[in-house]
């Protein structure tokens, strides 16, 4: 099994603890998790289902842009 991501288990740990709900986006990430993707604002996209980067999936985008963790 691959590492999970810092980030990931950050936003899981927000989102199991009710800090973070779903879906959400980048700033409802920073707001919940002190600034976490202000260095990676393209995490989310980047690791999203169906990315044209090939990166390791950990979201799913609904159709107003938002992401829930898979």
Do not use: W
Not at 23 to 50: E, M, Q, Y
């Amino acid at each position: 099994m691959a590492r999970q991501s810092k980030i990931v288990t950050a936003i899981n740990f927000a989102v199991t603890n009710g800090k973070l709900k779903q879906p959400f986006n980048v700033s409802d990430v920073n707001s919940a998790c002190k600034d976490l993707l202000t260095k990676s604002p393209s995490f989310l996209s980047k690791h999203r289902k169906d990315n044209p980067g090939g990166y390791t999936v950990y979201f799913e985008q609904d159709k107003n842009g938002k992401y829930s963790l898979i």
